[in-house]
């Protein structure tokens, strides 16, 4: 736990659990019995203490310097001040905002933990129950139009919890001979963590594809870069590894900033998507390198977004206030389309106050800035519902889908037909 935590700022929970660890080392390296577990050079059974020592040393020597007046010290609002393991979105911010962004990682880094606990106290059954659970909510995810962030990020923080570090090959001096049963028992688990590699590919390429904030999942993120990093650091190349080719593509995949248009980053994401087109039909190339941002109290829209068409950033800028909290920011950015005007907010509220809606403080027309909804065509319709644009959302009686009557019949007949069949088979039952 301390080695995930790394530098990040502790809380005055941690600080206490810390304080009854180390006193609980005080009494191990005060009892005449239990020191040579802790001191003695010559017992292996000494490393688990010794390890843990060092790092509760390290860890309280980073709490003194950031404890004042027995409260801990979140960061500071100067540059200079900042650890080398906060991101470069959080320099320049108040000092609430990062004991906000600070109070929110413990809190992935708990969670994250508690999936790797979970994982690993858990028999084959319950690893193949918890895989498949996850598989088949991933799947929903990818049929619907709308992806809920909270249950992808839950996902992904599941599918990392479950990684096993990489694993050298065998190699030809390594004459150990295993049982069948021990042999069956390895296959399996290969299996299990090879479906586990490929659902966290899957989760990061469609996290990136919708432009979602990734500091929501830095720490899960950083877990599995933790285990590349420690086998590349102790064996090699992560490529020369079992199952090498995943691990190589999970390596790319998880690069902080990778180029865009970048062959092996793209190529990574179409084979974790599948090939069929109907299969990633509505998902977008990652070309937009930023995310939608209320940084400084102004809002701007993503990469994406501000290239649309008839989206424009005027001089006049709309407040908006959250619903819930009353907190402000502005908004620039606007839908022109002839002579109807919109200002945009944020489609996902306001994160502290669980996706609160933004309003209009002077009542002026808003609209959410989903992609679906801004993407006007040439024809002055919704891309995504314009016939002669081949739009998804349209059926083979070029109409719109969900207004299409034609449809909406042959849906309500199959429907009753399926009913109907599921009544004579209990008639069917009933009189056997």
């Not at 809190?107 to 606990?117: D, E, P, V, W, Y």
């Not at 028999?123 to 619907?144: Q, V, W, Y």
């Not at 800028?317 to 909290?325: D, E, N, P, Y």
């Not at 800035?369 to 040439?378: G, M, Q, R, T, V």
Request: with cysteine; glycine share 8%.
């Amino acid at each position: 736990m301390l080695h995930v935590l790394g530098n990040a700022p502790s809380t005055p929970w941690l600080e206490g659990v810390l304080r009854l660890v180390d006193s609980r080392l005080a009494e191990v390296e005060a009892s005449d019995v239990e020191a040579r577990y802790v001191s003695s050079t010559r017992t292996e059974r000494r490393q688990p203490w010794a390890q843990l020592r060092r790092s509760l040393r390290a860890r309280t020597s980073l709490l003194r310097q950031r404890v004042v007046a027995g409260q801990a010290v979140v960061a500071d609002v100067e540059q200079t001040q900042f650890d080398r393991s906060t991101p470069d979105f959080m320099r320049n911010r108040t000092q609430e905002a990062v004991g906000t962004y600070c109070f929110k990682n413990v809190k992935r880094l708990r969670l994250l933990n508690k999936a790797i606990t979970r994982w690993g106290n858990s028999s084959f059954s319950e690893r193949t129950a918890l895989l498949d659970e996850l598989e088949a909510r991933l799947s929903t995810i990818n049929g619907s139009s709308d992806s809920d962030v909270v249950q992808l990020r839950e996902i992904l923080r599941e599918s990392v919890g479950a990684l096993s570090p990489p694993r050298a090959q065998q190699t030809s001096s390594d004459s150990m001979e295993m049982s069948a049963r021990s042999m069956e028992s390895l296959q399996m688990s290969a299996q299990l963590q090879q479906r586990a590699r490929l659902m966290v590919i899957k989760v990061i390429s469609l996290w990136r594809e919708l432009w979602l904030e990734e500091v929501q999942i830095e720490a899960v993120l950083n877990r599995a870069r933790q285990l590349i990093g420690d086998f590349e650091a102790s064996v090699g190349d992560v490529g020369q590894a079992c199952a090498g080719k995943q691990w190589s593509r999970l390596k790319e995949v998880l690069r902080p900033e990778c180029p865009e248009g970048s062959p092996s980053v793209l190529g990574s994401t179409a084979h974790a998507l599948g090939s069929n087109p109907a299969q990633r039909r509505g998902k977008r190339p990652r070309h937009a390198s930023r995310c939608a941002s209320s940084e400084g109290g102004s809002y701007t829209p993503s990469d994406y977004v501000q290239g649309l068409t008839h989206v424009q950033k005027l001089e006049g800028g709309v407040r908006l206030h959250c619903s819930q909290c009353g907190h402000v920011i502005m908004s620039h950015w606007y839908l022109v389309v002839g002579d109807a005007v919109r200002a945009l907010r944020p489609q996902c509220g306001h994160r502290t106050c669980k996706k609160s809606s933004y309003l209009s403080v002077t009542n002026a027309k808003v609209i959410h800035d989903k992609s679906d909804i801004l993407d006007i065509c040439e024809h002055g319709r919704r891309r995504s519902e314009c016939v002669a644009c081949g739009g998804r959302d349209t059926c083979k009686h070029k109409q719109v889908a969900r207004w299409c009557t034609q449809c909406k019949r042959a849906k309500t007949a199959n429907k009753q037909g399926r009913g109907s069949v599921g009544a004579r088979g209990s008639e069917f039952g009933r009189q056997g």
